[in-house]
């Protein structure tokens, strides 16, 4: 079992910065790519940024520029730096993780998500 927990949504203005976490736990033999999505209600979820196991990191045009996507190894974190926030911004940010577990397979995992809301 592969667990994320996705955490620093909220509430800023147009312009402002928010940073999310997300962090995965459970039984990862080996991390093989995480990444961020977003989700408005209705809508189907579209790709943010990703990072491969290798460090290839890749952006969707839409946020290219304003988000940028980190990591940290040694805790099977990611983390998104999104800035100059726009209303259309607004969505439910969640992680995905691509893991080979320690019995050998490959699972694709998803948080909860986090509710991001960027008022006019």
């Known amino acids: 079992q592969v667990q994320l927990v996705e955490s620093g949504g909220g509430l800023v203005q147009s312009g402002g910065s928010l940073r999310l976490s997300c962090v995965a736990s459970g039984s990862i033999e080996k991390m093989n790519s995480m990444g961020w999505h977003r989700q408005v209600l209705g809508k189907k979820r579209e790709f943010l940024a990703a990072?491969?196991?290798?460090?290839?990191?890749n952006y969707a045009d839409s946020v290219k520029g304003r988000f940028t996507i980190s990591r940290d190894t040694v805790k099977n974190a990611i983390f998104l730096q999104m800035k100059s926030l726009k209303p259309e911004d607004t969505a439910v940010y969640s992680c995905n993780a691509v893991v080979t577990t320690t019995m050998g397979r490959l699972t694709s995992a998803w948080g909860q998500g986090t509710q991001v809301t960027v008022s006019s």
């Open positions: 990072v491969t196991g290798g460090g290839t990191i």
